[in-house]
């Protein structure tokens, strides 16, 4: 029986994009265009992954990532997290002096929202992929999670 992975993102390109990939590598996707959308999904599906977006419509990634770590039920399930700006998010930054300033914004945001989950105890997700998602690496990541 395959894994199941369900895709939130509001890029259907994306969803489209990561599913093929998934289903050329054995895995059965699941799509959701929003955070409510694909909150509401995670109880239907019972996913054994969730790839999620972190800026969308109606409920960003973190809103839905919080919730999920919330419920009993959804908890335990991994999460990767998809981000234009990963690298900050990891547990060692380096000042990189070549920055683009446009991103210097989304950068502190994300860093604070890692800070307050860190302060409310929540785990933070099991992985941040940046933004374009190679396929090979994408597939790579999803089988080291979920085998």
Avoid: C
């Amino acid at each position: 029986m395959p894994k199941k992975i369900l895709i939130i993102d509001d890029d259907e390109n994306i969803v489209k994009y990561l599913s093929l990939a998934l289903s050329k590598n054995g895995y059965e996707p699941f799509g959701a265009y929003d955070g409510k959308e694909g909150f509401d999904k995670v109880g239907d599906v019972n996913p054994d992954l969730i790839v999620l977006d972190i800026m969308m419509p109606k409920r960003t990634g973190w809103v839905v990532f919080r919730q999920l770590r919330g419920h009993d039920d959804f908890k335990s399930i991994p999460v990767m997290m998809l981000t234009s700006v990963a690298e900050v998010l990891g547990e060692e930054e380096e000042a990189n002096a070549t920055e683009e300033p446009e991103y210097d914004g989304l950068r502190g945001v994300l860093k604070k929202a890692v800070q307050q989950m860190r302060e409310e105890g929540l785990e933070k997700p099991e992985m941040f992929v940046d933004k374009p998602v190679d396929p090979h690496d994408f597939i790579e990541k999803v089988r080291s999670l979920v085998g």
